[in-house]
């Protein structure tokens, strides 16, 4: 597993071992899930902001979030997104969503 070293600020520094401690964790296991939860967090976000603006299908929306069609589809329910794509995309997506 490779190495990264990283200088934080004091006070997330006492974020991290409240939380260590929270979950009776050491620092860096949870280092590693926030990072792991963060990223994920990061990429759904900037796939519902490409497809909210409509420059991304559906499909594409669920590669950049790192999910499966059926749960980008969850995460675009839950966020009551709508898109701007043309009738030929949500076709196209529909045709993907039944292959599954």
Same mark, same amino acid.
């Given at each position: 597993?490779?190495?990264?070293? +990283?200088?934080?600020?004091?006070e997330d520094e006492q974020a991290?071992?409240?939380?260590?401690?929270?979950? *009776? /964790?050491?620092? =860096? &296991?949870?280092?590693?899930?926030?990072?792991? /939860? @963060?990223? =994920?967090?990061? #990429?759904?976000?900037?796939? !519902?902001? #490409?497809?909210? &603006?409509?420059?991304? =299908? &559906?499909?594409e929306a669920a590669r950049i +979030? @790192?999910?499966? !069609?059926? *749960?980008?589809? /969850?995460?675009?329910?839950?966020?009551?997104?709508?898109?701007?794509?043309?009738?030929?995309?949500?076709? &196209?997506?529909? /045709?993907? +969503?039944?292959?599954?």
């Amino acid at each position: 597993m490779p190495s990264i070293s +990283a200088r934080i600020p004091d006070e997330d520094e006492q974020a991290l071992a409240e939380v260590a401690a929270l979950l *009776e /964790e050491d620092k =860096s &296991t949870v280092i590693r899930k926030a990072l792991r /939860e @963060g990223l =994920s967090d990061l #990429r759904v976000r900037r796939a !519902v902001e #490409r497809y909210q &603006t409509g420059d991304i =299908s &559906t499909n594409e929306a669920a590669r950049i +979030a @790192g999910v499966s !069609v059926a *749960e980008w589809l /969850e995460i675009a329910r839950e966020r009551n997104l709508t898109t701007q794509l043309s009738p030929d995309d949500l076709e &196209t997506d529909a /045709e993907s +969503a039944r292959d599954l």
